[in-house]
C-alpha cells in the first residue's frame, strides 16, 4: 500500500517556522516544488536533501494529483 500524505509530511507552528516538512526531517516540501518549478526533478531534489524518502516524495506528488484530479471546475477557474 502506498504511503498517505499524511505519513508523508508534518507541520507545528513552533518549528521551521510552520512550514509543512517531510516527516522525521525539517526539510519544507515547498522545496520539492521549487525545483520542479525550475525544471529539475524530484531525484535531483533527493540527491540534494537526503533526509526525505522517494516514498513521500510520491506520496506527496500523489495527493497533488488527486487533489487536481477531484477539483471542480469552478476551483480551476479560480
Known amino acids: 500500500m502506498p504511503m498517505s500524505y499524511t505519513d508523508a509530511v508534518w507541520q507545528d507552528d513552533g518549528r521551521v517556522s510552520g512550514a509543512v516538512c517531510f516527516r522525521n526531517t525539517r526539510v519544507p516540501v515547498q522545496v520539492l516544488f521549487d525545483y ?3 525544471g529539475q526533478s524530484s531525484q535531483e531534489f533527493l540527491s540534494d536533501f537526503p533526509g526525505p524518502t522517494t516514498e513521500q516524495v510520491e506520496a506527496v506528488l500523489r495527493a497533488c494529483q488527486e ?3 477531484s477539483a471542480s471546475p469552478e476551483l480551476l477557474r479560480a
Request: net charge neutral.
Open 36 to 38: 520542479l518549478r525550475a
Open 67 to 69: 487533489m487536481v484530479d
